[in-house]
T-cell receptor
Framework: GENVEQHPSTLSVQEGDSAVIKCTYS??????FPWYKQELGKRPQLIID?????GEKKDQRIAVTLNKTAKHFSLHITETQPEDSAVYFC???????????FGKGTTLSVSS | EPEVTQTPSHQVTQMGQEVILRCVPI?????FYWYRQILGQKVEFLVS????????KSEIFDDQFSVERPDGSNFTLKIRSTKLEDSAMYFC?????????????FGQGTRLTVV
């Protein structure tokens, strides 16, 4: 089945810097890759997603890139702010198309 | 904005007891999911449900687990004979279409503590 690896596990940046989180997946049949943000004690919330027919997607300060050949995708946050501090999870759809397989998460800390 | 709602927010149960976690998905959604998150760990897929039957389940979803949509609004996860390792946050989610085509919305979770 699908396996998703996520790095780094923790990331500390200064306010205004960029942050990059990387994920790899194992199942070449996966074709949907969302990113979720989870604040402490709260539910995961979708921040951006990308499908395999697209190489890059951007939404204001957040962008995601996908390299299907290498089976990896990355989250880029520019001009980070303290409120970006949270745990970020990448995920990939499993082959049957109804399950998301999550990475282990990255704890992002943005200090002002 | 419509939300997935879960009850209770926190459930404490004795080991060996049965628990039922309840979810009310967003009303026009057709796909329903249960995920769990052990404290400090990643979110793990348990099961997906569509058209009144299980679409997909993980290895975690063994015979002690079952799901049901008893009426037009509720979606439940039953855990028979709970074990200490079942302690986790359980998230329900729903989507209008298959997860490959649309966003899944998560509920706020039920924290299950087995003692």
């Amino acid at each position: 089945g699908e396996n998703v690896e996520q790095h780094p596990s923790t990331l500390s940046v200064q306010e205004g810097d960029s942050a990059v989180i990387k994920c790899t997946y194992s199942d070449s049949a996966s074709n949907y890759f969302p990113w979720y943000k989870q604040e402490l004690g709260k539910r995961p919330q979708l921040i951006i997603d990308i499908r395999s027919n697209v190489g890059e997607k951007k939404d204001q300060r957040i962008a995601v890139t996908l390299n299907k050949t290498a089976k990896h995708f990355s989250l880029h946050i520019t001009e980070t702010q303290p409120e970006d501090s949270a745990v970020y999870f990448c995920a990939a759809s499993a082959q049957a198309g109804t399950a998301l397989i999550f990475g282990k998460g990255t704890t992002l800390s943005v200090s002002s | 904005e419509p939300e997935v709602t879960q009850t209770p927010s926190h459930q404490v149960t004795q080991m060996g007891q049965e628990v039922i976690l309840r979810c009310v998905p967003i009303s026009n959604h057709l796909y329903f999911y249960w995920y769990r998150q052990i404290l400090g760990q990643k979110v793990e897929f348990l099961v997906s449900f569509y058209n009144n039957e299980i679409s997909e389940k993980s290895e975690i979803f063994d015979d002690q687990f079952s799901v049901e949509r008893p009426d037009g609004s509720n979606f439940t996860l039953k855990i028979r004979s709970t074990k200490l390792e079942d302690s986790a946050m359980y998230f329900c989610a729903s989507s209008t279409q298959s997860i490959m085509n649309t966003e899944a919305f998560f509920g706020q979770g039920t924290r299950l503590t087995v003692v």
